[in-house]
């Protein structure tokens, strides 16, 4: 019987002694291959840095001098209610700034509730005469600003408004990195951002007469 139950059962089929190779080195393939794609798929990530492709290589155009109305003013201790020496050199000399650029009137302000306020009004006539020998005619404003701490002696105010040269653009501002760690931008040789900028501002600052940049 024990004959005939062991034939009664199919015989499994074996599998051949040569199969088993083939079927690890296809799988070692595959392997091989994807340890391929991963460093190859780490060189495609996107570059953090923005590139303006419309970027001025002139310095001149990326960081141009304009014209804009912009208060001159100085600041002044009046002891005793007069003006001393330095003081009124002071005040000739913003008069005579203001001649020659013919701004507009000067505009004195008085610290108002410092503890020095009175004294400092007091300085009006000598601060009107000081105008006068530095050549300022016309309207003289006058009026007052709030100080900070009123406890603290505050200073007079003479200012006027006249075109004054800036940099339209800020300085140090860097939208892309220099070391081009991350990017490829450094190898183009173009000008970074902020190339110019200083000298722009150093040029726009020693102008004398602003109107001659025109």
């Given amino acids: ?21 083939k079927i690890s080195r ?4 595959r392997f091989a291959l994807l340890a391929l794609a991963l460093p190859l798929g780490a060189c495609s990530t996107v570059d953090r840095a923005v590139v303006d492709a419309k970027l001025p290589e002139d310095y001149r155009a990326r960081h141009p001098i304009v014209l804009a109305d912009a208060p001159v003013s100085v600041d002044i201790f009046a002891l005793g209610g007069k003006l001393d020496p330095a003081m009124r050199a002071r005040v000739e000399g913003l008069a005579s700034e203001a001649k020659a650029v013919a701004a507009g009137p000067i505009e ?27 050549g300022a005619t016309g309207y003289l404003s006058v009026g007052a600003y709030p100080v900070a701490d009123p406890s603290l002696p505050a200073p007079v105010r003479l200012s006027y408004r006249t075109v004054r040269a800036r940099v339209a653009s800020r300085c140090g501002e860097w939208p892309a990195d220099l070391a081009s760690g991350s990017s490829r931008e450094g190898w183009n040789n173009r000008p970074y951002w902020n190339y110019g900028c200083s000298y722009q ?12 940049l025109v």
Avoid at 14 to 20: E, K, L, P, T
Avoid at 26 to 29: I, K, Q, V, Y
Avoid at 119 to 129: D, E, G, K, N, T
């Fill in 26 to 29: 296809a799988r070692a393939s």
């Fill in 201 to 212: 501002n150093m040029l726009a600052a020693q102008t004398s007469d602003p109107r001659d």
């Fill in 1 to 21: 019987m024990s004959n005939e139950s062991e034939r009664a059962v199919p015989n499994q089929p074996r599998a051949r002694a040569d199969q088993a190779p």
């Fill in 108 to 134: 004195v302000l008085f610290p108002q509730g410092a503890v020095n306020e009175h004294q400092q009004r007091a300085a009006l006539p000598s601060i009107r005469a000081a105008l006068a020998a530095g």
